[in-house]
């Protein structure tokens, strides 16, 4: 039996549940909508103030990736990592928020290459496996059971089981705060050739992973956005307007 996500606020997600495990599919409330279908807007209980690590735990699903490198001997190591993120567009970058002391770090420092690979809901437990042991002076992609294809452009390789596979060239590291961040400009791309294999989620805290399914009836996409957008506009007092009548060049973003 489904236990229903339970209403936590405008825009809330929630986890589905099966025979107690859970499945990471997110139920997302119609922006601005409360439970009963009313609007949010000029309500002052809808948030309360809380500690960020709280406010952060309501921040699933995220995504997770693994990252991939080879070491000199050309031993092949793997980890997952979440803090991750597309950083440009014109040349492709990619960010990974990645510890000083992980193996995958200093194998990234001394060779300058690795592989980022969005895995597939398939590989749920290997990602879980990755995370738990170090890869220093071991296999981990054997013990694993991780299935591997040669890339094209970097020593590292690809993983065939995964969604989609980045190869990447070091760019710079950056120090803002307690993680580096690890910047990858992508030389290369390949993508499953099964298009029907979906995309692995962190949907909870305390590292469960699942499949993320989108519920039709909560999508809103481009076009009816900008169509209210324009029926607002047309409904707005001119004395709204920024420079009352003139739009701000903002006003879109």
């Known amino acids: 039996m489904e236990a229903q996500p339970r209403w936590a606020g405008p825009g809330a997600y929630g986890i589905v549940t099966a025979r107690g495990r859970r499945l990471g599919i997110v139920r997302c409330h119609g922006v601005g909508a409360s439970e009963d279908g009313a609007s949010a807007q000029g309500r002052t209980d809808v948030q309360r103030k809380t500690t960020i690590a709280t406010a952060l735990r309501r921040r699933f699903p995220e995504q997770v990736v693994l990252v991939v490198t080879?070491?000199?001997g050309g031993r092949a190591n793997v980890m997952p990592v979440a803090w991750t993120s597309i950083v440009s567009g014109d040349p492709?970058?990619?960010?990974?928020g990645i510890d000083e002391a992980a193996y995958t770090y200093e194998l990234i420092r001394s060779t300058g290459a690795?592989?980022?690979a969005y895995p597939s809901e398939q590989m749920g437990a290997a990602?879980?496996?990755a995370?738990?042991?170090h890869g220093r002076g071991r296999d981990k992609l054997a013990e694993i059971g991780l299935a591997t294809t040669p890339a094209r452009r970097v020593a590292a390789p690809l993983l065939a089981d995964a969604v989609a596979n980045f190869e990447c060239e070091l760019v710079d590291i950056l120090r803002p705060g307690d993680?580096?961040?690890v910047v990858g400009r992508v030389l290369a791309a390949h993508v499953n050739t099964d298009s029907t294999v979906q995309r692995l989620c962190v949907v909870g805290a305390g590292h469960v992973l699942g499949g993320v399914r989108v519920l039709e009836d909560?999508?809103?996409r481009p076009e009816a956005a900008r169509q209210r957008a324009a029926g607002l506009r047309r409904a707005r007092p001119a004395g709204m307007l920024a420079g009352k009548g003139r739009t701000s060049?903002?006003?879109a973003h």
Do not use: N, S
Not at 92 to 96: A, F, V
């Open 70 to 72: 080879r070491d000199a």
């Open 218 to 220: 909560t999508v809103i």
């Open 131 to 133: 995370g738990a042991v």
């Open 92 to 96: 492709p970058m990619l960010l990974l």
């Open 114 to 116: 690795f592989v980022v």
């Open 249 to 251: 060049r903002h006003e």
């Open 179 to 181: 993680c580096p961040l």
């Open 127 to 129: 990602v879980l496996q």
